[in-house]
């Protein structure tokens, strides 16, 4: 099982990293927008990460590869909510093709995805770490060479226990 903690480290059998958290730090989660990295535990759904970037995943969670046209919903009152979407769209969205480096890997954590509540939150992925670990919208954010350390050595089971 993988453990994060309110003291910014994600832990996982013998190693430890740092990591960056949500700006209202680990509670329960309250509504889209609080900045809140939710407590509770979780498993990872999918990898997304950028083909042009990231060379190769060792990992047998599925993946897929981030073109110019996924994005993830954040619009609340929409059927599409906390799920992948086709862009260009009105809808309000990350765009998970960025200019940065944040969203060269990005794992689907399952928050809020079955049954998915309108307005309890979306878009709660593990990803790869601004410069000096600034905090996040809610996520969960590691370096990019302990992520992919981290996707090597776990499996499709494995488990997320955020405390």
Not at 13 to 18: A, D, I, P, S
């Amino acid at each position: 099982m993988i453990v994060v903690k309110k003291n910014s480290y994600l832990e996982y059998k013998n190693l430890k990293f740092r990591c960056a958290l949500g700006k209202a730090g680990i509670q329960k989660k309250i509504k889209e927008g609080d900045n809140i990295t939710p407590k509770g535990t979780y498993k990872i759904l999918s990898i997304y990460y950028r083909q042009d970037r990231i060379k190769k995943i060792n990992c047998s969670i599925k993946k897929i590869k981030i073109t110019k046209k996924i994005g993830w919903c954040d619009d609340s009152k929409s059927k599409y909510y906390n799920k992948q979407i086709k862009l260009p769209c009105r809808l309000s969205h990350e765009i998970l093709y960025r200019k940065d480096n944040i969203y060269d890997i990005v794992c689907v954590i399952n928050y809020n995805i079955n049954p998915t509540l309108k307005g309890k939150g979306s878009a709660i992925f593990l990803h790869v770490a601004k410069n000096k670990y600034q905090k996040t919208k809610g996520c969960i954010a590691l370096k990019k060479n302990n992520l992919l350390q981290l996707l090597s050595l776990i499996k499709k089971n494995t488990k997320i226990k955020i405390i």
